[in-house]
């Protein structure tokens, strides 16, 4: 499957932004999919992510309350809706995809396929 993640942008704290990833492909509905991000000189992190019907999300410690993960199997997108942002959100945000359907894994090394990235900057 290819990935493209869009919807970035500057933003000051407390604001919201809704990032989007297109998917290609017809199998998309098997896929879990998740949301990491990545700072500068700082590691790959996960930050939320959903089964393949949409009724299972899981989400980091550091975003919990404040993120949302949806999806559309019918449009083979998936969001990512911040809110209350901070700036310790600044980080590219990339989409991906694993193979099945349940199971939410956490790190990077789990998943097959993966967005190009969008920068999302959150001002104080």
């Known amino acids: 499957v290819q990935l493209q993640a869009s919807g970035g942008g500057l933003v000051q704290a407390g604001g919201s932004l809704r990032l989007s990833c297109a998917a290609s492909g017809r199998t998309f509905s098997t896929y879990v999919m998740s949301w990491f991000r990545q700072a500068p000189g700082k590691e790959r992190e996960f930050v939320g992510g959903i089964n393949w019907s949409g009724d299972i999300t899981f989400y980091s410690g550091s975003v919990k309350g404040r993120f949302t993960i949806s999806r559309d199997n019918a449009d083979n997108t998936v969001y990512l809706q911040m809110n209350s942002l901070k700036p310790e959100d600044t980080a590219v945000y990339y989409c991906?995809?694993?193979?099945?359907?349940?199971?939410?894994?956490?790190?990077?090394?789990?998943?097959?396929?993966w967005g190009q990235g969008t920068q999302v900057t959150v001002s104080s």
């Open positions: 991906a995809s694993r193979n099945g359907r349940i199971q939410i894994a956490t790190t990077p090394q789990e998943y097959n396929s």
